[in-house]
């Protein structure tokens, strides 16, 4: 699989002994997002161990991006339906955020879906999370739909690969 290289910042398939710091940095994310969700909402990346971060390694493409040998971000991948690519459990270390890592994870996550033939990489989010929405709308995200079925204003992004991708949202909404 390629690796993706700007000045300090290399963003590299995930290995097994990864799993410990996309834990950390996946709970120091969700932390924080959990803030924008109403009180009572289960956020399911928190609930998780390092045996469901190492599944996902193994049956999933995890990108990490490291600053020399430490990991600064992670994100998981994988297809859903016939054109689609799901990002899933993106975080950038806090103390690295506002750097540029988490854009060049999602240009690796964009080079890496065209290269896999999706049409668009997709995502959920809280619709209340300001900074987020922000930064996915300033990597080309969009939001195609809204749903309240888990309790909040759950957005459907999507950053087409290619003009007119096809969204299948009732797929998108089991998930």
């Not at 990489?121 to 709308?137: D, S």
């Amino acid at each position: 699989m390629h690796t993706w290289k700007d000045s300090s910042v290399t963003v590299r398939p995930a290995v097994l002994a990864d799993a410990g710091a996309i834990e950390r940095i996946t709970k120091q994310a969700f932390l924080s997002y959990q803030q924008s969700l109403p009180k009572g909402v289960d956020v399911p990346a928190l609930n998780e161990d390092i045996d469901v971060v190492r599944r996902d390694i193994e049956s999933k493409t995890v990108l990490v991006a490291t600053q020399g040998e430490t990991v600064m971000g992670s994100v998981r991948l994988y297809p859903v339906g016939e054109n689609m690519m799901y990002f899933s459990r993106f975080g950038v270390s806090p103390d690295a955020q506002s750097g540029g890592i988490g854009a060049q994870i999602v240009t690796a996550a964009h080079y890496l879906s065209i290269g896999a033939g999706k049409d668009a990489l997709v995502l959920h989010t809280c619709t209340r999370a300001l900074a987020l929405l922000k930064f996915y709308y300033a990597n080309d995200f969009y939001v195609h739909d809204v749903h309240h079925d888990r309790g909040y204003a759950r957005g459907t992004l999507v950053h087409e690969l290619r003009e007119n991708a096809r969204v299948d949202t009732e797929l998108l909404n089991q998930l």
